[in-house]
């Protein structure tokens, strides 16, 4: 079960990477002032260099303490070696999106996608020799890097959607306009609310649950699914009883 | 092709009613069977087939939104908090099906989630038809209600009235799919259920009558909309005749056809208007290159799917429910 997943991992993470350069292609193309929000690009540039990391001051509309590499920015954005980069100041204050959350979720995004990658391949690389189940280092970040696809995930969808700030159609219908003459602050409150207690106390409780069954570890009954397994329940695929058996506690049934 | 999508968002809802309905009372009922082996009996009678209906409720939002947009708008001002409710109750249950069977010491949370989240499900979506035909306060094709504009003693009494009809539905279904005690709780339920949703039936009736609301002047117009009341008396009879004779595959589709005949009453007297009694259907149509663009996905080939997976769904799991294991 572990190699399974370590194998798909190995193929699909360098996948999606390259689905994720495509997307950034696109952005690039048709939504200029996202992508200059995301590189934490002020001023136009070129060739474009490429910051690694920085805290972007929107108030001196610069960045502070900036590593950054040269030249990069224009291979990542064009691919040539000096093509001319946009910068948010291209743009008027009121079409700019905020800069903090679209910079640092997309290095937030990155930076699990790489985490990933190189755990897939990793893991891939020593289980080929037979050594996977040997190395605990491995197995342990294996298993503490579950919350990466959902930390990932967000982290794209609040750059992708923030960064799209402050249209709602980019280019054609702005956040403001969209609004429904409707929706009072206090509506608007009680659902957010709602909303993060219910989630919340599902994730909480589905984090749990999960966590227990990452405890019991790779068991070789596992390999195959129990006949108690059913495909529209994916949880079932562990039995209650197995897990139980592994951790040595005594079921209530 | 607003007809289409009329016809599409009609079905929509009608399916998500006799499907939905069901597992949704089967929740409420969940604090009333006693014993362990019993709710998992229940669970087991709608484990494989609840997702696949919750699909339902969501196309009929997604048809509303995408081709009904003038509709979609009013409604979810309106009834933006009984939505938000709505939601809560069936994402709770939704959880609960899996997180029943993984928690031990926890397990009460979880029913309680199944019950709770299913009984308020269900009242919500009675309230909303209630405040629906009782009439929204509009002004220029906006809704201008306020957050509880749409609560009233009409749209209480409709929610508990629904209530009741997926109950019955919920009983039926039991009946059909399971054995022995579960099954014959369920029938001893029917002629209770029957008999109070007659009395809220007439309840709701003399109460339109009595507000005159828009609605009975409809009816008196229309004399021929008396077909459906009538062909859900016979499905009534013949409710009582299946389960006098104890025959199980019978009960559901009788009150199936009892709660099309209910829609059929309510829907088509609005004709042809969608929010009564304001907006036409032509008025809230999008324009014809939306509908267009969305027949041509969803209306071509999403929805034709949509019903083989519904009809392989409930003909693949279509017997009793095997002895209640420590799975379901």
Known sequence: ?253 | MVMFWVTLLAVSILIYLLLDGFDLWIGMLFSVASDESRKRAMMSAVAPIWDGNETWLVVSGVILWGAFPVVYSILMSAFYLPVLLMLAGLILRGVAFEFRNKAERMRWIWNASFAGGSLVAAFVQGLMVGGLVEGLPLSDGRYVGGEFGWFSPFAVLCGIGLCVGYALLGACWLVRKCDHEVRDQAYRLIPYLSAALLVLLIVVLVYALAKNLGVMARWLDRPYLFVFPVAGAFAAIMLAASVHRRQDARPFPMVALIFIAAFGTLAISFWPYMIPFSITIEQAAAPHSSLAFMFWGAGLFVFPLMLLYTVINLTVFRGKIAAPGDHY
């Open chain 1, 1 to 253: 079960m572990l190699r399974m997943g370590l194998y798909l991992a190995a193929v699909l993470v360098p996948a999606q990477i390259y689905f994720g350069h495509l997307n950034g292609d696109y952005v690039h193309q048709y939504q200029p002032a996202k992508f200059a929000a995301i590189e934490g690009r002020w001023h136009d540039e070129q060739p474009a260099s490429e910051v690694l990391l920085a805290l972007p001051d929107e108030a001196t509309e610069s960045n502070r303490y900036s590593i950054s590499i040269p030249v990069l920015g224009s291979l990542i954005g064009s691919m040539s070696l000096n093509s001319k980069e946009f910068g948010l100041t291209d743009f008027p204050p009121q079409d700019r999106p905020p800069v903090l959350i679209p910079f640092f979720g997309f290095r937030i995004m990155v930076g699990c996608g790489l985490a990933m990658l190189a755990l897939a391949w990793v893991g891939t690389y020593l289980s080929r020799g037979g050594r996977l189940e040997r190395n605990r280092l491995v197995l342990w970040l294996t298993f503490l890097s579950f919350p990466l696809p959902f930390i990932a995930t967000l982290t794209g969808w609040f750059t992708a959607e923030v960064g799209r700030q402050p249209w709602t159609v980019y280019g054609v219908l702005r956040t403001a306009d969209a609004m429904t003459p409707f929706l009072t602050t206090r509506a608007a409150t009680i659902s957010l609310i709602v909303f993060c207690a219910i989630y919340s106390f599902i994730f909480a409780f589905g984090i749990f649950y999960i966590y227990r069954l990452l405890r019991a570890g790779p068991v070789g009954r596992l390999v195959l699914p129990p006949s108690a397994a059913i495909p529209t329940r994916p949880l079932s695929v562990v039995h209650a009883t197995s897990v139980a058996d592994a951790l040595q506690i005594p079921t209530r049934e």
